[in-house]
């Protein structure tokens, strides 16, 4: 913990005679902008081993006045659990003061030593001028790193804690749960568990690698001693397959003799053959045409047969289906005769003038009420087109209104119709109907504003609106007589846009609304106008009846509207229907007389169509025998057709059989005359390929007595394979061919008899390797277990901070009455991808996730503190507390939440050093302790004033 500080040259900040004092908890560096708050406070952070300030500034922005300035900080060092902070670094006074010199080296870059002293110490300048005479307190900079990590916990986590920027801190909540999860071991957890830990995995790593090679190693020496012994196995079976080639090169040469002359005496005898059996199919051959040619004429005389029978067919057809069309015509007339003269005996004469008068006096009345049904048809569909506007709440407006307004929209131009500004009162609704007939046309006015009044009359007189287009017109007030004991039209209405249209209904003030003539007639009397409840207007002229012809001037009207329309439509839909059964009983009593009409026509007709009948029916009973003789002939000349197509393919059939005998003949003349040729062909180059066998059997030094012998030995088991089958120079040379190559891909020039003994020397070699191999494995398994037991530990250890950090979240939750759970959560065994899932509720709210969206800004800034102050807080364990620096934890949430932040501040068993804007009195801010004021230095000095120091005596919580 910080006792005081002092500082010489850094910033503006004059050298003061005693050191400022320091509070335990908070401690706030105060000011506007600009003041050098976050330089003094940058300066502690210094001292705490910092590197990194606001903005990437330099040192050359904080050394002011000077190539040099020092900061100094003084510790406390009083004893905590028997134990001084510092004694490992041998410092056993009450107080360690530590000092940073920054300075220009001779380069005239920036450099910083650090200086440690036990006890008080405060000759900052000495310390620059006198430097050597401090040697023995100086450490460079990783030295004191190490002490200030050693002795008050300042880890370099931590130092990236005090870099934070206050919207980076902002922002922990929303970081994930594994980010989380490494932010607080990073600041909470013991590093040496990881440490043992992560150098263990690194020595089995390197003992993994030691035994990869060693298995690299062992498998290229066995791969070297395999390669060896098989190229000695390849060089004695190469010697085998070189002796085993030239015996069969031997064999196939008495083979092949044998077999040329054998193949010649063959060949001879079947040339002798092929000749014969040419002569014999040359023959045949031409048997086999003359018989074609016969079959030929035959088909040809029956098929002109055919085509005469064919024609004497077609000619059947013909009549029977002409005279078969003109018999069914005759048929369909006799039938439909037989009808008429049936249904025309039955018919009652009647006088055809009457019908006629009688259908003209129908068609006159079916012709009226189907003009009557057309009209009110178009009344019925504008009634449900009205009704169904209703329904959608549409006012209706005048035919001609409504299509204006259309245009206005069409056009862009804004407008009030006065009809929409209209409303009568609920409890005035009787008079409704009254109230619009008296209005009348000027309920579609139209009023629009001065830029639009010249476009809105040329579209007038374009549309030919018939009611008025206006300009605003705010009237006058108009005194109400006090006398009248009736309501005016204008006290039963309701106006919208009353500034831009109540001069348009000035006069509906002195309008009364009657119920009775009666009373209306009284008031005409006194001169006054009045209007009843069924319209009828009384004035200083006479009385007059309104027609409102439809009500359009608010909600009122349009349910109105809607009850009416509904009980047109019920009325219109009765007419309806009973003009549509008029119409279909008048259209069949017009059928009815037509059809009498006709009747009486072809009644006039019946002797002249039973004469007709008679004659018909003659002729179709002669059409009857015409088409029976067609049948006939027809039926005659298909049996002969079928009788001559018989004979037709038969013959067909045998000169088929012949033409196929002869081409089959011709092929195998052919052939054999191709296989004569080939013959004495293989004939003249088999002997030319004996005496070469020949030569090459007597090259071998066989004697006339051995080549003689050869047509015994290849009749021998030598000559067989082993189902006792004689083999064919062919096979043998297959096989002597595989044996070449075989010979072939063994031949290696590296191969002699020193890689035989080169076996033995390499076999002991991959032993050793091997036993070599298993001692590695072996060291390796053993380093597995010590890896396993560390990780364990590792486990344990992170398992028992994040309970303790869960704990310690949930007190400091505690103290802003929020609620919160937690847990930790392994997503695998290894440590590195763990998660803390943190939750959070607020004014007696379930706890929800910390980076949802359910928490205010204000929620988050608190939370996100509670998530570092948690992880650097450790009370349970009684262990000093480290420093904490917070750059205006405060900013940019309310006060409310402002003094959450600060209640946090003041619990927890940290000292604080903050900046703060000076925005609102520090009577409001009870958790400051001390309040350093910040000044700017003035353009004239040298230096600012020094820091003014304010002890608040903050409550309790």
């Known amino acids: 913990m910080i006792k005081d500080f002092s500082t010489v040259y850094w910033g503006y900040l004059p050298m003061t005679k005693e050191p400022y004092k320091v509070h335990g908890k908070v401690n706030a560096f105060i000011g506007p902008s600009g003041h050098g708050k976050t330089t003094i406070w940058d300066g502690l952070r210094l001292m705490l081993g910092a590197s990194h300030f606001e903005s990437k500034r330099t040192f050359s922005f904080y050394v002011k006045n000077s190539n040099w300035a020092v900061v100094r900080v003084a510790f406390y060092n009083l004893p905590v659990n028997g134990l001084r902070p510092f004694e490992s670094a041998r410092k056993f006074k009450d107080e360690v003061t530590a000092c940073c010199r920054i300075y220009k080296n001779d380069q005239n870059s920036w450099q910083r030593d650090y200086y440690i002293f036990d006890g008080e110490f405060n000759d900052l300048v000495d310390l620059q001028t006198n430097t050597k005479a401090y040697s023995e307190a100086a450490l460079n900079v990783s030295k004191y790193l190490q002490t200030l990590e050693q002795c008050l916990g300042v880890t370099k986590e931590f130092r990236n804690l005090m870099a934070m920027s206050p919207d980076t801190i902002r922002e922990v909540v929303n970081s994930s749960p594994r980010e989380i999860f490494h932010l607080i071991f990073d600041l909470k957890g013991t590093k040496d568990y990881k440490k043992r830990y992560d150098e263990s995995k690194e020595r089995l790593s390197v003992q993994e690698i030691s035994i990869e090679r060693a298995e690299e190693e ?90 005469r029978w064919d024609k004497f067919e077609e000619q059947a057809n013909h009549d029977i289906t002409h005279h078969t069309s003109e018999k069914r015509v005759k048929d369909t007339n006799i039938k439909t ?246 119409i279909h009983k008048c259209q069949s009593e017009l059928d009815e007389v037509n059809t009498a009409i006709i009747n009486q026509e072809l009644l006039a007709k019946l002797p002249e169509m039973e004469s007709s009948y008679h004659l018909i029916l003659d002729e179709s009973k002669m059409l009857s025998d015409l088409i029976e003789e067609a049948i006939k002939q027809k039926d005659q000349a298909k049996e002969k057709k079928e009788e001559i197509r018989k004979k037709e393919r038969n013959a067909g059939i045998e000169q088929s059989v012949f033409n196929e005998q002869k081409t089959q003949a011709l092929q195998k003349m052919n052939e054999l005359s191709m296989k004569h040729d080939v013959l004495q062909t293989r004939l003249n180059s088999l002997a030319s390929l004996v005496q070469q066998a020949l030569s090459q059997v007597k090259a071998l030094g066989l004697s006339d007595d051995d080549v003689a012998f050869i047509f015994y030995e290849v009749q021998g088991s030598a000559f067989r394979d ?236």
Not at 347 to 362: A, F, G, K, R
Not at 809 to 819: I, M, Y
Not at 855 to 862: C, I
Not at 923 to 933: E, G, P
């Open 218 to 307: 062992m498998e290229q020496a066995q791969s070297r001693f395999e390669e060896t012994k098989q190229k000695a196995q390849k060089f004695r079976l190469y010697q085998t397959k070189e002796k085993e080639v030239k015996e069969i090169e031997l064999k196939l040469i008495k083979l092949e003799y044998f077999e040329s002359q054998n193949t010649l005496k063959a060949t001879n005898e079947e040339i002798i053959q092929v000749i014969d059996n040419v002569k014999l199919e040359t023959d045949k051959v031409n048997e086999l045409s003359v018989q074609v040619k016969f079959k030929e004429k035959e088909i040809e005389q029956l098929n002109t047969e055919y085509n």
């Open 337 to 582: 005769l037989v009808e008429q003269i049936n249904e025309l005996k039955l018919i009652e004469p009647q006088s055809i003038d009457y019908l006629v008068q009688l259908n003209d006096v129908l068609v006159e009345s079916l012709d009226q009420k189907k003009i009557d049904f057309s009209q009110v048809r178009i009344k019925l569909f504008e009634l449900k087109q009205k009704l169904s506007d209703l329904e959608k709440d549409f006012l209706p407006y005048r035919e001609d209104a409504r299509k204006f307004r259309e245009i206005l929209e069409k056009n862009k131009i804004p407008f009030i119709m006065l009809a929409d500004a209209i409303n009568v009162n609920p409890e005035m609704s009787k008079w409704q109907e009254a109230i619009e007939a008296y209005i009348g046309n000027n309920r579609f006015r139209i009023i629009v504003e001065p830029e639009n009044y010249l476009p809105t009359k040329k579209l007038q007189q374009r549309a030919r609106y018939g009611a008025r287009v206006s300009l605003p017109n705010k009237g006058k007030d108009f005194l109400v007589r006090k006398v009248v004991p009736y309501p005016s039209i204008r006290s039963a209405i309701n106006i919208s846009h009353q500034e831009k249209i109540e001069g348009f209904l000035k006069n509906l003030s002195q309008v009364y609304l009657v119920e009775t003539v009666e009373e209306g007639h009284a008031l005409q009397a006194k001169g006054i106008e009045s209007v009843t409840i069924e319209g009828l207007l009384q004035d200083g002229d006479g009385a007059i009846h309104l027609k409102y012809h439809s009500l359009c001037c608010g909600k009122l009207a349009i349910e109105e509207e809607k009850k009416r329309t509904k009980e047109l439509l019920s009325i219109q839909e009765e007419i309806f229907k009973k003009l549509e059964g008029d």
């Open 722 to 957: 082993k189902l006792g089958n004689f083999l064919t120079s062919k096979e043998i040379q297959q096989r002597l061919n595989a044996l070449r190559q075989e010979k072939v891909e063994l031949y290696d020039s590296s191969i002699n008899d020193e890689v035989v003994r080169l076996v033995e020397a390499q076999e002991g070699q991959v032993e050793l390797l091997i036993r070599n191999l298993q001692g590695l494995k072996e060291d390796r398994n053993e380093l597995e277990r010590t890896c396993n037991d560390l990780l364990f530990q590792f486990r344990g250890h992170i398992k028992e901070i994040m309970k303790e950090y869960i704990s310690e979240f949930e007190n400091l939750a505690d103290l802003l009455k929020a609620s919160t759970k937690g847990r930790l959560v392994e997503i695998t065994p290894e440590p590195e991808t763990w998660e803390i899932h943190l939750f959070i509720g607020y004014d007696g709210k379930e706890p929800v996730a910390i980076d949802g969206p359910d928490l205010s800004s204000g929620q988050k800034a608190s939370t996100s503190l509670m998530i570092l102050l948690a992880a650097i807080s450790d009370n349970s364990n009684g262990r000093t507390a480290p420093i904490m620096f917070l750059d205006e934890p405060k900013a940019r949430v309310d006060d409310d939440r402002g003094n959450e932040i600060g209640q946090l501040l003041q619990i927890t068993d940290i000292q604080y050093f903050i900046t703060h804007q000076q925005g609102e009195s520090l009577k409001t801010i009870d958790w400051i302790d001390h309040a350093f004021t910040c000044s700017a230095r003035e353009p004239d000095k040298q230096f600012a004033n020094p820091l003014i120091l304010k002890k608040h005596a903050r409550r309790s919580f």
